[in-house]
């Protein structure tokens, strides 16, 4: 199992140094590679969750290492549906070394990082970590959406020289952050439900009172107010970018910091 995601995590560190070398080689086909590269590391990724959950025994989904691998798939997954519906290759240039720096410390993780201290729940905790972890997946494209908006925003605005391969537009790059916000924010709703089923389902309280799980609720509740703004508010593009980016740094330090820190 960690042999394999040390191999996916190899697949996508190429794929962050051939998406670096596209930004500054004057070489459309690079960017391809780089495209090409992630797609072979998402297919090594989904072979990897399989023999998982053919081991003789598996760790379960409900560990650290685990959840973030997933977190990691289901971003590149939605990348990759992304890019049949718009030109948003250019995310490849911060998604790809995510990707790598995830799956890398969940593959370092599988032999020595301990289940959560609630019992697996065949009812909920598989449905809690699925949803969980989508939605910070979304989310956390979402997020990379958001910087690179901000980048292409001030570069535009400064009349600097345009990039050998541009990045997205701001109006793809727009479109990428709202339909990962939406999307994500719903996801984590539901994953912050079930994982309230999960706990009564276990213990019969209806919050275990962890700082992990009291992290996410603050977390969860930054997002209910950034995904407001962005939909009910009708917030303006650069300043949602700004808060989806920053909104997923602290989520990313309420679940996985936290999540590791205890």
Do not use: C
Request: no cysteine.
């Amino acid at each position: 199992m960690a042999g394999l995601h040390q191999a996916t995590a190899a697949l996508y560190l190429a794929a962050s140094l051939a998406a670096a070398l596209s930004l500054v080689l004057p070489s459309a086909r690079i960017g391809r590679f780089a495209v090409g590269l992630i797609g072979a590391g998402v297919a090594l990724h989904t072979v990897s969750f399989l023999a998982l959950h053919g081991s003789d025994s598996p760790p379960p989904l409900t560990t650290l290492p685990a959840a973030v691998s997933l977190m990691v798939w289901m971003a590149v997954l939605l990348y990759l549906v992304l890019l049949r519906r718009a030109r948003v290759a250019g995310l490849a240039v911060l998604l790809a070394p995510a990707a790598f720096l995830g799956v890398f410390g969940a593959a370092l993780g599988f032999d020595r990082n301990p289940a959560s201290g609630l019992a697996p729940s065949a009812s909920w905790s598989h449905v809690h970590i699925l949803l969980a972890s989508g939605g910070l997946g979304f989310l956390a494209v979402a997020g990379i959406a958001g910087v690179l908006y901000v980048v292409e925003h001030r570069r535009l605005k400064a009349k600097r020289r345009t990039l050998p391969v541009p990045l997205p537009s701001l109006e793809a790059l727009d479109r990428v952050n709202r339909l990962s916000l939406g999307l994500g924010f719903l996801m984590l709703t539901l994953g912050v439900v079930t994982g309230v089923l999960w706990v009564r389902a276990a213990s019969g309280d209806l919050w275990p009172g962890t700082p992990h799980a009291t992290w996410t609720l603050v977390a969860w509740a930054i997002y209910a107010v950034l995904t407001t703004s962005r939909f009910g508010a009708r917030q303006g593009a650069r300043e949602s970018a700004l808060s989806a980016a920053l909104g997923f740094g602290f989520l990313l330090f309420a679940v996985v910091g936290v999540g590791a820190l205890t």
